[in-house]
């Protein structure tokens, strides 16, 4: 299983191509979510590892092992982080599947990804990263991302929005 280091590779290899996707295909929205998403997924990754040296392989399992209401989970981490990184998966589920980012709708409606979600995604990314970053000291650089619906003066810790 990777450790500590692969993830926190995979997670900066994730943002770049973020950034590249975004630069050159920016009107994808599903798939700058998706990308997101496992950007967010390789950061608690590796808080898992590193802290102590669990690994899992499905998501329910790594959401529950940071759960901050988990009182029996020794990986915990924060509520702010915890419900940005939750709002980010269903956001990547909406993106893959075309579902409903809110579980709870079982519409048969085809629920396709926009701008919104994308902007949404960016700022849970954001909290995320921030979190993880500021844990285990981790050095990200500033992503440059292009999205209207962040351009009204909004402010991120680890991406510049650009017109």
């Excluded at 450790?3 to 630069?23: A, C, M, P, T, W």
């Excluded at 998403?37 to 329910?60: G, P, Q």
């Excluded at 990184?85 to 709708?105: E, F, G, P, Q, T």
Aim: include cysteine.
């Amino acid at each position: 299983m990777a450790g500590y280091d692969e993830h926190i590779k995979q997670s900066l290899s994730n943002l770049s191509f973020l950034g590249d996707v975004n630069r050159s295909f920016s009107e994808r929205y599903d798939w700058q979510v998706t990308i997101a998403f496992y950007t967010a997924v390789h950061l608690v990754n590796a808080h898992l590892a590193k802290t102590h040296n669990l690994h899992f392989r499905s998501h329910e399992d790594v959401k529950n092992a940071i759960s901050p209401t988990n009182a029996t989970s020794v990986c915990r981490i924060d509520e702010t982080p915890y419900l940005a990184y939750d709002k980010l998966c269903n956001c990547s589920r909406r993106a893959r599947y075309l579902i409903c980012d809110n579980l709870a709708v079982r519409d048969t409606t085809a629920f396709f990804t926009n701008e919104k979600y994308f902007a949404k995604a960016m700022r849970n990314l954001d909290t995320v990263i921030t979190y993880f970053a500021n844990k285990h000291s981790i050095a990200f650089p500033i992503t440059n991302i292009k999205c209207a619906r962040l351009m009204n003066g909004e402010k991120l810790n680890y991406f510049k929005i650009v017109p």
